[in-house]
């Protein structure tokens, strides 16, 4: 799914990537879009367990080496020092337009994890303490620890994306972003963050009958803001500028990847196996125990 879902190299045309089809859903599958939807959410409720085991044994192998008492924090020049050895961490990025999937993709494929080793922030516009510092402070402080699993809903990315459109910066600000973004990222891969950069793809006329059920099902009235129709009204200024920084910070080490998201259920399934295939790659398992288990079993025994 990652090279099926994967931006290429080049400029990126958002108008030329379908949001609705199911790519990589598998063939048996394909019987009716109702058979389908029931697939593809038991999958991801199989899934969601695996994923759950991989992320207990991810946090387990970073207690264990740090060892009792060892702190933990966000990633530093330190950790990517040659031999360091400090446990990987894996970080879910999610961007997408107003009513795009954020809040549901995280709540049913990162719901399925242990909420001990999850560590799951929101941004939204920076506090005044945050516009003291650079764009990335924030951020940084946000980092999941060694051994967690991360997800960020918007990100740092949004400081080329609604500064830029918004015009909250000025372009030769938002502009130079692009590189701080690709050295950031640098850093937080050599020191051992998996980055999985997703992109939910929603189409113009599915994002207007979400915000029509928000404003038509009283229990939704507190997710709409009358201000994600003035973003509606620049749909193609949020386009162009989405399709700026797939093109300059997909990076082999830290490519994007282009969800299309007007079928929630395919939305779920695809992000759940992008987040599979990368725990595929830690090659995990369950730290052996540093003490003796059969003079412990038989001192447990003696009591």
């Given at each position: 799914?990652?090279?099926?879902?994967?931006?290429g190299?080049?400029?990126?045309?958002?108008a030329?990537?379908?949001?609705?089809?199911?790519?990589?859903?598998?063939?048996?599958?394909?019987?009716?879009?109702?058979?389908?939807?029931a697939?593809?959410?038991?999958q991801v409720?199989?899934?969601?367990?695996?994923?759950?085991?991989?992320?207990?044994?991810?946090?387990?192998?970073?207690?264990?080496?740090?060892?009792p008492?060892?702190?933990?924090?966000?990633?530093?020049?330190?950790?990517?020092?040659?031999?360091?050895?400090?446990p990987d961490?894996?970080?879910l990025?999610?961007?997408?337009?107003?009513?795009?999937?954020?809040?549901?993709?995280?709540?049913r494929v990162a719901?399925?994890?242990?909420?001990?080793?999850?560590?799951?922030?929101?941004?939204?516009?920076?506090?005044?303490?945050?516009?003291?510092?650079?764009?990335?402070?924030?951020i940084?402080?946000?980092?999941?620890?060694?051994?967690?699993?991360g997800?960020?809903?918007?990100?740092?990315y949004e400081?080329?994306?609604?500064a830029?459109?918004?015009?909250?910066?000025?372009?030769?600000t938002?502009?130079?972003?692009?590189?701080?973004?690709?050295?950031?990222?640098?850093?937080?891969?050599?020191?051992?963050?998996?980055?999985?950069?997703?992109?939910?793809?929603?189409?113009?006329?599915?994002?207007?009958?979400?915000?029509?059920?928000?404003l038509?099902?009283?229990?939704?009235?507190?997710?709409?803001?009358?201000?994600?129709?003035?973003?509606?009204a620049?749909?193609?200024?949020?386009?162009?500028?989405?399709?700026e920084?797939l093109?300059?910070?997909?990076?082999?080490?830290?490519?994007?990847h282009?969800v299309?998201?007007?079928?929630k259920?395919?939305?779920?399934?695809?992000?759940?196996?992008l987040?599979?295939e990368?725990?595929?790659?830690?090659?995990?398992?369950?730290?052996?125990?540093?003490?003796?288990?059969?003079?412990?079993?038989?001192r447990?025994?003696?009591?």
């Amino acid at each position: 799914m990652r090279e099926l879902l994967r931006v290429g190299g080049g400029a990126v045309d958002l108008a030329a990537i379908d949001p609705r089809p199911t790519r990589g859903l598998p063939a048996p599958a394909a019987e009716g879009d109702g058979s389908r939807k029931a697939w593809a959410r038991e999958q991801v409720r199989l899934l969601g367990a695996a994923l759950g085991r991989q992320q207990e044994m991810l946090y387990a192998t970073a207690q264990a080496a740090a060892g009792p008492g060892a702190p933990t924090g966000a990633p530093t020049a330190a950790d990517a020092a040659p031999g360091r050895g400090r446990p990987d961490r894996v970080l879910l990025v999610l961007q997408a337009m107003d009513c795009g999937g954020k809040d549901g993709t995280i709540r049913r494929v990162a719901g399925a994890m242990n909420p001990l080793g999850l560590h799951i922030r929101s941004f939204g516009p920076p506090t005044e303490r945050e516009r003291r510092h650079d764009f990335l402070w924030r951020i940084r402080r946000a980092l999941p620890p060694p051994g967690y699993v991360g997800v960020f809903n918007r990100s740092h990315y949004e400081d080329v994306l609604i500064a830029r459109v918004e015009s909250l910066a000025p372009e030769a600000t938002w502009r130079a972003r692009y590189d701080e973004i690709n050295a950031f990222e640098r850093e937080l891969t050599g020191s051992g963050v998996r980055l999985v950069k997703v992109m939910l793809h929603i189409s113009h006329a599915e994002q207007g009958e979400r915000l029509l059920a928000r404003l038509t099902d009283p229990t939704k009235h507190w997710k709409y803001n009358p201000s994600d129709l003035d973003s509606r009204a620049r749909w193609g200024d949020y386009q162009a500028a989405y399709a700026e920084a797939l093109s300059r910070c997909g990076t082999d080490a830290a490519p994007w990847h282009v969800v299309p998201a007007d079928r929630k259920w395919y939305r779920d399934w695809a992000v759940a196996h992008l987040l599979r295939e990368t725990f595929d790659d830690l090659d995990l398992g369950y730290p052996p125990a540093d003490f003796d288990v059969a003079a412990e079993r038989s001192r447990l025994c003696g009591t």
